[in-house]
């Protein structure tokens, strides 16, 4: 029973896919450039991919050549294979370069595991700097990220906020008056990084990055870069009159495909939380008394998750699934 509602929902999410989103992908070298990691960073020949690679002496990074007011921001990742416990691979946005103390982000973070467990994936929202408040959602995947790249994207717009799995939504947070200054407002620059989150990356930081199984190469391609360039007068003040050249920008970006939920979508996006979503802050009593505002909260769901935010029934789902797969337990042993 358990495989055959995976297979149907894999089946979904394919199909959605397969309505993929008709975005123009640039070369690396014409939306970005290298951030940190002197040669752990190398460009494919055609210029239009690059692997980025953490060992024992540094990890790796890039940013956006340009900060942008809202757009759509998105690239085709895969992840390293085997042992993989510690390591982070991020693909986000930020300005904490720019507003050190009150920064805004939209994070998809990938996190590592031991031998023959799979990563995960974590997305996050921060607006001027609430970080104490952190806005947390963590998930499995219906396929295996090491093995091909899948499509990760990042729609941000003045009223919503959209994280896209392979072309379907897993995560939306609707601005409200009572989230305030939480909703990121000012522009930003685009980063993907692999890095050692050993204290923190792997079941709280018990499986800490093993070196002896380096270099972690993770690859991104279909490099997508739609939004409105921002200058240095929206940078300081996105309010201003400056701002007011980004008006044909915004209404390209509310009118794409991209930016429209559509029944079949909303569907798409509630089966994976459904299936996939291992924890949410919205159910975590435990860090906050109060409900955040974006939260759309039920009592029937809500029995589906700990007083602490985790579900209780995903990750236990996913192992007896992973038992029932042919050689499941030598891929774990090996």
Known sequence: MVDSVVFVLTA???????????????????????????GNLVRSPDGRSVRIMLNRYSGSGFISS???????????????????????????????DVFEKNHDELDFEFLGNTR????????????????????EERYLLPFDPTEEAHRYSILWTPNYIIFY??????????????????Y?????????????????ATDGGKYKVSYKYAPFVA????????????????????SSAAAEHCADAELELMTADYAVVTPQKRAAMRRFRERYMTYTVCY???????????????????????????????????????????????????
């Open 165 to 182: 799995v392979d072309d379907v939504p897993i995560r939306e947070v609707v601005r409200s008056e009572a989230m305030g200054g939480d």
């Open 284 to 334: 975590d009593a435990v860090r906050y008394a109060a409900t955040f505002p974006e939260c759309k909260n039920s009592p029937p769901e809500q029995e589906r998750f700990w007083d602490w935010g985790e579900s209780k029934f995903v990750a236990m789902r996913r192992r007896r699934s992973n038992k029932r797969r042919p050689g499941a337990k030598r891929q774990a042993d090996a």
């Open 66 to 96: 340009d900060s942008y007011l809202h757009g759509f921001f998105s690239a085709s990742i895969k992840l390293p294979a085997g042992y993989t416990a510690g390591v982070v691979v991020a693909f986000y946005l930020s300005n904490g």
């Open 12 to 38: 979904l999410l394919v199909a959605v896919a397969a309505a993929a989103f008709d975005v123009p992908a640039i070369p690396f070298d014409e939306g970005y450039s290298q951030l940190f990691g002197e």
């Open 219 to 238: 690859e991104f391609s279909d490099l997508v870069l739609r939004g409105c360039r921002a200058d240095s007068a929206i940078q300081l003040d996105p």
């Open 184 to 200: 990121p407002s000012k522009p930003m620059s685009v980063y993907a990084t692999i890095w050692d989150g050993s204290t923190w």
């Open 116 to 135: 023959g467990k799979e990563w995960r994936v974590q997305t996050n929202v921060y607006g001027n700097g609430s970080t104490s408040r952190g806005r």
